[in-house]
């Protein structure tokens, strides 16, 4: 019975999130930063579990999603990864990248874009 309360919970906690046929993520802090994320008009999620990355990436253990929006200026991108930071502050992402001219990296905020990350948003909060 625990575990189908449990379930339910979990069930519920991930209503509201667009995940666009991808794998679900159920860390709080992780569905927090994609609804905040998804806010922005235009973005949707294209990685969470899935997909390749870097071998020691967040991704496959379910603490990173990538969003993007298919505009080839980035503004969807560059707007949810402001809000993002503005939201939450730095301290809440191990990694929170995109095409802004910053990134945060273990809490830290760095100048320039990250490697690889110039065309979509790549969170990973704590």
Not at 18 to 26: A, E, F, I, T, Y
Not at 116 to 122: N, T
């Amino acid at each position: 019975l625990h575990k189908l309360i449990r379930k339910e919970r979990l069930r519920q906690k991930r209503r509201g999130i667009d995940w666009n046929g991808l794998p679900h993520l159920s860390r709080k802090s992780v569905q927090t930063a994609v609804r905040a994320a998804l806010s922005v008009s235009g973005l949707y999620l294209t990685s969470t579990t899935n997909g390749t990355h870097s071998p020691t990436s967040w991704h496959y253990s379910g603490r990173a999603f990538d969003a993007g929006s298919g505009d080839s200026s980035e503004k969807p991108e560059k707007e949810a990864q402001q809000h993002l930071l503005d939201k939450f502050g730095p301290g809440f992402f191990m990694e929170l990248f995109g095409p802004l001219p910053w990134y945060v990296k273990n809490g830290v905020v760095y100048q320039g874009v990250f490697p690889g990350h110039a065309d979509h948003l790549h969170c990973a909060p704590y």
